[in-house]
């Protein structure tokens, strides 16, 4: 083998450890943008979630504490959301939704109402559906240390049992 052909295979083998690095580096780059889109779609996900319970006990549970609790972890989801993605079209719209619900529990601070009582069948089954949905997610409130146990139970039996009355 002669000199030249030896820095040619040299410089290819170069160029083969090169193009190796970059298409890994690129396959790092892809999946760690394929992460940020599955916690951002998780997040979105969540975030409908929590809004539909915060509608339905807004209106048929209207517990403060409850209520502010659910906020905060919106506004906690959200301002994750938004550090993966800042200005993000669809978490922004979530952030100025919250703010028109945070006027409507203050008002409940202020002028406690009494809770609306569901009147068809359909409206009994979606809020007791929505009462299991919101224990499951106050018992992760629970387990994540964002409520007290005292809080946990209170918030539990009083749903439970408005379940049940239901």
């Given at each position: 083998m002669s000199f030249w052909g030896f820095i040619a295979l040299l410089l290819l083998t170069?160029?083969?450890v090169g193009a190796l690095y970059m298409a890994k580096k690129a396959t790092n780059k892809e999946l760690e943008l394929q992460k940020r889109r599955n916690r951002i779609r998780e997040i979105r996900s969540e975030l409908a979630d929590i809004d539909e319970?915060?509608?339905t006990l807004l209106l048929y549970d209207r517990d403060v504490n409850l209520l502010y609790n659910l906020v905060n972890r919106m506004e906690k989801d959200i301002s994750e959301g938004l550090t993966l993605i800042p200005n993000s079209p669809d978490l922004l719209e979530e952030k100025e939704s919250l703010?028109?619900?945070r006027p409507k529990i203050i008002a409940l601070t202020e002028e406690p109402l009494e809770p609306e009582i569901p009147g068809t069948d359909r409206q009994i089954f979606l809020v007791k559906r929505h009462f299991s949905q919101t224990l499951k997610l106050i018992r992760d409130f629970y387990q994540k240390?964002?409520?007290d146990e005292i809080s946990f139970n209170q918030h539990r039996n009083r749903l439970l049992l408005n379940s049940i009355m239901l």
């Open positions: 170069c160029i083969m319970l915060l509608q703010l028109k619900i240390g964002d409520i």
